[in-house]
């Protein structure tokens, strides 16, 4: 019997501009991708459907694939960064993919070639670099956790993209949350191979940020190898460190991704560190929480530990004393040295205020120059720069000029923040100041951002963009003047350009000698005749020119800054720490004035005795109320066999057991990380751990009890 049945259509072929969107999306299925599309960004098909619910915008569609409508949703380019933010916010990686050639240049490839594109760049959780995008006054961690032959040991590779700070740390497999979550983590790192490892496995549960899974091959030590040296253009690793076997396949998780991310653009971060795991004091994950240091039970700044004492005045600052507050210190050597530019401080309000008021002036250095070296930098880093230099070496002056002697630590800043003490920095503080406007756009791009009077030949581009009609005028009256032809003008059309017209009668003499050999016949009309020079045709290609070659030589100035920048990054990494660590040390002293703290005493035994300590979140809270707070007095130290080593606290709800318990822990971490303490005295041994089970929704800060927060709970 013969088939009736109607054959079924074969699906028709995308067009040029699908297929190439389809192309570039196969390479990146697993993240949103922003395809640029004159001044949008578009997003097809279930991208669509997920950003239009995301972002509450409008959903539609653009033609059809096999059959179908494509969903299309899309936003503008220049409003980019804030729907970027809440993309990310929600969990989402965007590839963005922009036009990488212009229309007139595609169409040099044929009338039909579409615009090529690519992508520049990954966007993630842990490889932000915006200021839009990121908290001012916090670290981003992106992490990436390896085991070791055997699963004992452990390593973890940690770098910040917006700052390039990049730390690497070896540890016991058992100890790798307890590590971990001392870092602001915006985004984890695991291999597909050690999601079956418990260690690994106990770490993902507990991590409440994004984690993103590895292949297997990116986690291995020989890759770890190669892309430190293909990153850091050096031909063995002993310029860098003794890395484990761990180290290097946590190292190659973590480059192997960024490299991905910066999709082929160089990976810019600062070398790596190797940090002891033993060197810092040990807080699990529920201490960290039960004690509130940098996030309260409510999941913000205010009512936690860091929010409490954080006076800094530049982001540098604040986030170093979170990274403090998050990791204390064991290192006596390094905690007196951090006690001692507190002290000397303390000593002398007003130079604590001398010093803050030139801090205050600084923006931060930090992310300026790493987004300057990514590529994503703008004028307005160069101005940041120049700006925290100037204010940098104004802080160190107003030290210097004390003529005493400083601590180590106020010292080295102050050295590192002087001017005088290095040539190149100087001059590249002086060029920005002097080569840059007032208020310069976002994107170098847009230009005018180069002051008048830096560079030669830009102002004479300008001149002639902004000064043509004045520069014709003034050609039109010297020619009049040399031909003796007050009709003489200059004038314009589309087919000739700018050409020069005299009436008739005087046609003749510009077509003898001596005048012929400047002006060059064009055209006879009845009555007038048209002539060109030769300065004429040079001037009106330059003037067709001037606004292509304004923009051009701003950004060739804009490159040349942003080379500079990149060969000075070591220096200029370093005046960023010395910004952070007088900072963290002068505003210490401020708040050890505000909150009569004191320096606590040290020893290398078990001793723990306080006098007066206080909580300093809940003091904080009672004084905004006008209350006081009652200090208590603490001795754990067991010097004999009568001392105490342990107690035992009973009391009625909200009668303060749960702040006599965790001020005690906070008066630790603050001693360790350098700072001063809420007591009237306290004499401390160094601890290695500290442990904190304390009613874990207690709400110190907000006056309610373990018990008050589970009956509003039940109810």
Request: glycine share 6%; net charge negative.
């Amino acid at each position: 019997m013969a088939d009736t049945a109607t054959p079924s259509k074969p699906a028709s072929a995308p067009s040029p501009f699908m297929a190439q969107y389809l192309s570039i999306k196969a390479r990146h299925a697993d993240a949103l991708l922003f395809f640029r599309m004159g001044d949008f960004y578009e997003l097809f098909f279930e991208d669509a459907i997920e950003a239009a619910k995301v972002l509450d915008i409008t959903l539609t569609s653009r033609g059809e694939y096999d059959g179908k409508p494509i969903p299309m949703a899309g936003v503008p380019y220049h409003a980019a960064e804030g729907y970027l933010a809440r993309l990310i916010k929600a969990g989402c990686r965007v590839a963005v993919c922009e036009q990488t050639e212009t229309p007139a240049e595609a169409k040099k490839r044929g009338s039909k070639a579409i615009v090529n594109r690519d992508i520049v760049r990954i966007v993630t959780p842990g490889t932000l670099t915006e200021d839009a995008l990121l908290p001012a006054r916090q670290d981003q961690a992106l992490a990436a956790i390896a085991l070791g032959t055997g699963g004992t040991e452990a390593a973890i590779a940690v770098c910040d993209v917006s700052t390039g700070r990049f730390d690497v740390t070896a540890l016991a497999a058992d100890a790798l949350a307890d590590s971990l979550m001392a870092y602001p983590l915006s985004e984890l790192l695991v291999s597909d191979g050690d999601l079956d490892k418990t260690a690994v496995a106990n770490t993902v549960a507990l991590s409440s940020a994004p984690v993103t899974f590895r292949p297997a091959r990116s986690a291995n030590h020989k890759a770890g190898e190669d892309l430190l040296k293909e990153t850091f253009n050096i031909a063995a690793l002993e310029a860098l460190g003794d890395f484990n076997r761990a180290e290097l396949a946590a190292i190659g998780l973590l480059l192997d991704y960024v490299k991905l991310t910066q999709a082929g653009s160089e990976i810019r971060l600062d070398p790596p560190v190797r940090a002891r795991s033993e060197g810092h004091l040990a807080i699990d994950p529920a201490t960290r929480t039960s004690l509130e240091i940098d996030r309260s039970m409510r999941g913000d700044r205010n009512g936690s530990l860091l929010g409490t004492i954080d006076r800094t005045v530049t982001a540098p600052g604040a986030r170093l004393l979170a990274a403090r507050l998050a990791r204390p210190s064991v290192d006596r050597e390094e905690i007196e040295a951090r006690l001692d530019a507190v002290s000397w401080f303390a000593d002398d309000r007003d130079t604590v205020e001398t010093v803050r008021s030139s801090l205050k002036a600084a923006p931060d250095l930090e992310r300026a120059r790493t987004r300057l070296r990514l590529g994503r930098g703008g004028p307005r880093d160069l101005v940041a720069i120049g700006r925290a230099l100037v204010a940098a070496h104004e802080a160190a002056s107003r030290l210097t000029a004390l003529g005493t002697v400083l601590p180590s630590r106020i010292s080295d800043a102050t050295g590192a923040l002087n001017l005088n003490k290095d040539a190149s920095l100087a001059e590249l503080s002086r060029d920005l100041e002097t080569a840059l406007s007032e208020n310069p756009p976002t994107l170098a791009r847009d230009g005018g951002f180069i002051a008048q009077g830096w560079d030669a030949a830009l102002d004479e581009a300008r001149g002639l963009r902004d000064d043509s009609r004045q520069i014709i005028a003034a050609l039109q009256a010297r020619y009049a003047d040399e031909t003796g032809i007050s009709a003489l003008k200059i004038k314009f059309n589309n087919v000739l350009g700018y050409f020069v017209d005299v009436p008739a009668r005087h046609g003749d003499p510009l077509m003898k000698p001596p005048l012929s050999e400047t002006f060059i016949h064009r055209q006879t009309l009845a009555s007038n005749v048209r002539f060109s020079t030769q300065e004429l045709s040079e001037l009106a290609g330059k003037i067709s020119r001037a606004e292509d070659e304004a923009k051009a030589r701003e950004l060739a100035i804009f490159d040349n800054f942003c080379e500079r920048i990149d060969a000075l990054n070591t220096p200029l990494s370093r005046t960023a720490a010395a910004i952070a660590d007088l900072d963290v040390a002068a505003a210490s002293a401020e708040w050890a004035f505000e909150a009569d703290a004191v320096r606590p005493l040290l020893t290398d035994d078990t001793t723990f005795k306080a006098t007066g300590l206080r909580h300093p979140v809940v003091e904080a809270a009672l004084k905004k109320e006008g209350q006081g707070f009652t200090a208590n007095n603490l001795d754990l130290s067991g010097e004999d066999e009568s001392g105490t080593r342990l107690l035992l606290v009973t009391g009625p709800n909200m009668a303060g057991k749960s702040t006599y318990l965790r001020q005690a822990a906070l008066a630790v971490i603050l001693a360790q990380a350098g700072l001063f303490v809420p007591a009237r005295s306290l004499t401390l041994g160094l601890a290695d751990r500290i442990f904190s089970r304390v009613g874990a929704s207690d709400d110190l800060a907000r006056g309610r009890s373990t018990f008050m927060v589970e009956m509003v709970e039940t109810a």
